[in-house]
């Protein structure tokens, strides 16, 4: 379809007016003769216009008819009473049905006549009325765009998608909106970080959930907008936290039904990969399930991140309109590689999970359970090359390293409200873990001068097993008063957690000591227990000082207790067990923490913007103790929170934020313990029981311009940070050839980045081009050998790129990251690193007759050789794959599909940073085949709604259509 402008419509209109004007006679026979010879048929247009505001049928509108290829108005009419029209008889042909009336803007459709129809039924258009558009900001395009307030809202039915699609399918057509291979979603140059279903974000923290799981033909609408923090949301004091968001809002009753996916597949060499998922909803209430078992290093039903399976202290939340919110925070669990980067090792999955959530008592009552289950097992090899900068030498460590990991973990979640009424609710949050772990490991490294002479080498065994758990409760009261802006918020949280951990460390080690290689052998056995109670309590009250001037003051008081304990025991001389305690490697720590904050914040607001000043005052009392060598180290700490915010909306798509902040950083217990870490003997880590507390500022300034109806969306933005009393390293060479690590403050360290793009259609082509930058730089300030030193990296990435889509049939993207490296040392500029790395990578995807689907896609790397670097790096990975579709509603996928097709898939990563510079080569999967199948089924009204309605529409100006009402 086209989209028509109104100056150009109503110019064209004129124009064949006058021609009508001057060939009268012509247009009698036109209108009237010819006409005449077609009419076998009683073909026809009919449907009826409605008033959005009022609902209420729209009478007297004149209705016409006009002719697409020459602008010849063949029929006109008037709606009756009932608000419904009839334009017959008309020839078959393509026409421009244009609606007019006093009251409310026109309205344009395209509309194909074909020869067998009858009276062609276009069900109801609704028109606004001029008054109301002049009241509210809205704006229709051709593709049903329309802009609420701070929402973005899409039309689904407007969009052709192709039949069985899925969530993810309609989104790539949708304008503004994109999705990569990895299936991760930018909204308007921003990344879509949560995806709710009715307001309601179902199973996990991973979008791709609902997107590739739920058929595009149940949505109604699409609706964008950036969801404010709960706090923010309650108290109206913004925090300046928004998250880009996705409302998929169901059509009429899909919201009851059940749907789900199953996938099976399975190729040589032990490649598989199964999963199913089943969701039922009934109204308020849901049910999901899900389970996953694969080789070929997917562990959960999205995006391989590493939280997927056993996730973070992550529980649903439930918002303001009833809608579940799930947050998400790393943790320490690897199950796959970030965010689509190359995964590390080969793995194995078997993962599964329960959701349950429901809302009683006219929805005064929430509650959301969710149970997960994972198991991990990951084989690696990797070696690596390193070049150690000291001052006046340099030395090479050869790294070769085989691991075998198995982690199964358990995890229960659950959120609990209560609104008593208007102004009063309460929420408990629970979040539970439980996980055990085996780790073994072997590994081999070789220390060399720069001129080759060996200087150490270490063989050694490493076996480990750990159980860890952690519970995380918290509990909150909020409460409105009568006076607006008037609140005050009451949460109190206990968090625990215990790890313990034993295992064996066997190793073969050599030392160059006076031009004599001298051997050393450890046989040992380690034992580590941890255990950690928080309990914090914090108080915030708002109020009104003005009209325009809202104060936010708090009150917090914590109390963070850990015990840490690590034993190393030896074999005596002629003995079978470990009974002998190393001393020097064993260590019994207690750190207690008790904190007092008071804070104070400002927000100024007008109507385009506003302004957040203020300040947090914290007061810590430290107390550090060395059980076994009877030693304390007690300190106390006062330190400053300071905020500014400054946000300005110049329209609803174009606003620029400033934001200043300063925080600490207190140092583990790890860090404070004085305790040798040998683990790695060539490699000895160290603690420092005298460390300060390190305090980070930092300075945000983001600009963001998007064009609703040209798709044109253009960002920049810029950080700076520094860092006082930072947490570093003291690095130490020693004549053993080892390296003796040890924690230090250090100043005078800062950092920034930049970033910015622009995304957008290229005029008077079917192209989208994008170019993107981003760019980081840092300043390190470093200890080597006692010679104090810094190590400077900047780094900058222009990424171009293009689109090409035509329909659902074609899709072609192409991008290109030029990466400018560079990396200089104080200790020696000799060894500075500059270098220019490229990865383009392209994708085409091509829908083919009788419901076939060709996909393939490129990755491309180069890393030239320079510094340390001997060889250049040469990596193309090509997959491809080919699906066909049947049944009749589209949802039974047949799939056959080839990972790395040239078998070139090598694990590679390049590091300068500090004072060494790395090249590491590891595992990763290669070259596989699979056939499979995906199923995708739903009941209910879900399975009840069919794709193939009556054609979307296409109108411009002030009303859209509605079929069936």
Not at 158 to 168: D, P
Not at 455 to 474: E, H, K, Y
Not at 492 to 506: D, V
Not at 705 to 732: D, E, F, P, Q, W
């Amino acid at each position: 379809m086209h989209e028509f402008q109104y100056a150009e419509f109503y110019e064209t209109r004129k124009e064949s007016k006058y021609s009508y004007m001057k060939n009268r006679y012509l247009v009698i026979i036109i209108l009237f003769i010819i006409p005449s010879l077609t009419f076998a048929q009683n073909t026809g247009l009919s449907g009826r216009l409605f008033d959005t505001t009022y609902a209420k049928p729209v009478v007297y509108a004149t209705v016409s008819a006009i002719r697409k290829s020459d602008s010849i108005l063949v029929k006109h009419t008037r709606t009756n009473q009932q608000g419904k029209f009839v334009l017959s008889p008309l020839p078959v042909d393509t026409y421009i049905l244009l609606t007019g009336h006093a009251n409310y803007v026109d309205f344009v459709d395209e509309i194909i006549l074909n020869k067998t129809d009858s009276i062609q039924n276009l069900g109801d258009y609704d028109l606004l009325q001029r008054g109301q558009v002049l009241r509210n900001v809205i704006i229709t395009n051709k593709a049903g765009i329309k802009v609420k307030g701070d929402t973005l809202e899409y039309l689904a039915d407007s969009f052709k998608v192709k039949q069985g699609a899925m969530v993810e399918d309609l989104l790539k057509v949708l304008p503004g909106i994109q999705v990569n291979k990895k299936g991760e979603i930018t909204a308007m140059g921003e990344k879509v970080e949560k995806v709710l279903v009715d307001g309601e974000e179902f199973f996990g923290d991973d979008p791709t959930v609902a997107t590739q799981n739920i058929q595009s033909k149940v949505v109604d609408k699409v609706q964008v907008f950036d969801k404010k923090s709960e706090q923010a949301t309650f108290t109206g004091f913004d925090d300046g936290e928004e998250q880009k968001t996705i409302n998929l809002k169901l059509k009429d009753n899909m919201n009851r039904g059940t749907f789900g996916k199953i996938e099976l597949g399975a190729g040589l060499d032990d490649r598989w990969q199964n999963q199913a998922m089943i969701n039922r909803f009934k109204n308020k209430q849901q049910m999901s399930a899900y389970a996953l078992m694969s080789s070929n290093g997917k562990t959960g039903l999205g995006w391989e991140d590493r939280s997927k399976y056993t996730g973070s202290n992550s529980g649903m939340q439930m918002d303001e309109d009833g809608g579940f919110m799930w947050t998400m925070s790393d943790d320490d669990d690897d199950g796959s590689n970030w965010r689509g980067q190359i995964p590390e090792g080969i793995t194995k999955a078997y993962v599964g999970g329960l959701h349950f959530a429901d809302k009683w008592n006219e929805n005064k009552q929430h509650l959301n359970t969710n149970y997960s289950f994972g198991r991990i097992n990951k084989e690696k090899r990797e070696r690596s090359l390193t070049e150690n900068l000291f001052p006046g030498n340099t030395f090479e460590t050869g790294d070769t390293t085989y691991s075998y990991s198995s982690r199964n973990t358990h995890r229960l979640s659950g959120r609990y409200e209560f609104t008593v009424d208007s102004s009063l609710s309460i929420i408990y949050n629970l979040s539970g873990r439980l996980s055990f772990s085996d780790w073994y490991s072997t590994n081999q490294t070789a220390n060399v001068s720069s001129n080759e002479i060996p200087i150490s080498i270490r063989n050694t065994i490493n076996n480990n097993t750990s159980v860890t758990s952690r519970i995380n409760n918290s509990l909150t009261v909020n409460k409105k008063f009568k006076k607006t802006g008037r609140t005050i918020s009451l949460n109190s949280s206990f968090n625990y957690q215990k790890n313990t951990g034993e295992g064996e460390l066997e190793g073969n080690n050599a030392f160059t000591v006076g031009g004599n290689l001298l051997g050393n052998v450890i046989d040992q056995q380690k034992e580590d227990d941890y255990l950690s109670n928080v309990l914090s309590a914090d108080l915030t009250y708002t109020e009104p000082l003005a009209k325009k001037i809202l104060l936010k003051t708090s009150y917090g008081i914590s109390s963070d207790k850990s015990e840490s304990g690590k034993k190393t025991f030896e074999k005596p001389i002629g003995g079978t067990e470990y009974s002998d305690l190393i001393d020097s490697l064993s260590n019994e720590y207690d750190l207690s923490v008790v904190s007092h904050t008071v804070g104070a914040e400002l927000k100024y607001t007008e109507k385009k913007y506003n302004v957040t000043v203020g300040s947090k005052v914290r007061y810590s009392i430290f107390k550090q103790e060395d059980l076994i060598r009877n030693q304390q180290f007690n300190y106390n700490r006062i330190n400053l929170f300071p905020t500014l915010r400054f946000n300005y909306k110049f329209d609803q798509f174009r606003r620029f934020t400033f934001s200043y902040s300063g925080s600490t950083r207190n140092p583990s217990i790890s860090q404070v313990q004085p305790v040798q870490d040998n683990t790695n003997p060539l490699n000895i880590i160290i603690g420092n029981p005298n460390l300060k507390i390190g305090f980070n500022q930092n300075v945000n300034i983001n600009y963001f311009s998007y064009k609703v109806l040209s798709a044109r969306s253009l960002y920049a933005g810029i950080y700076g940070g520094n860092s006082i009393n930072a947490i570093s390293t003291n690095r130490t060479f020693d004549e053993q050839g080892r390296t003796v690590t040890t924690y230090v403050n250090l100043n005078g360290g800062y950092n920034a980045s930049i970033w910015g793009g622009i995304n957008a259609k290229i005029p008077k082509t079917p192209l989208e081009g994008k170019l993107n930058i981003n760019g980081s730089m840092a300043h390190t300030p470093n200890i080597i050998n006692d010679v104090k030193g810094t190590t400077n990296t900047q780094n900058i990435t222009l990424t171009p790129g293009l689109r090409f889509a035509k329909d659902e049939k074609f899709d072609f993207n192409i991008d290109c990251n030029v990466t400018y490296n560079n990396t200089t040392s104080t200790l020696q500029a000799s060894r500075n690193i500059r270098f220019i790395s490229l990865e383009p990578t392209a994708s085409i995807s091509i829908t083919l007759p009788k419901n076939i689907e060709l996909e393939t896609d490129a990755d491309y790397m180069y890393n030239p050789p320079v510094g340390p670097y001997a060889n250049s790096f040469n990596r193309f990975i090509w997959n491809g794959a080919i699906t066909y579709t049947m049944l009749p509603k589209k949802n039974l996928e047949w799939r056959a599909s080839m990972n790395d097709i040239l078998n070139q898939n090598t694990g590679y990563e390049r590091t300068s940073t500090n004072n060494y510079n790395t090249e590491r080569y590891f595992q990763t999967l290669g070259r596989y085949w699979m056939i499979g199948m995906v199923w995708n089924f739903n009941t209910g009204p879900m399975a009840a709604s069919q794709s193939s309605a009556p054609r979307p529409p296409r109108g411009m100006g002030g009303g859209r259509r509605r079929m069936g009402r």
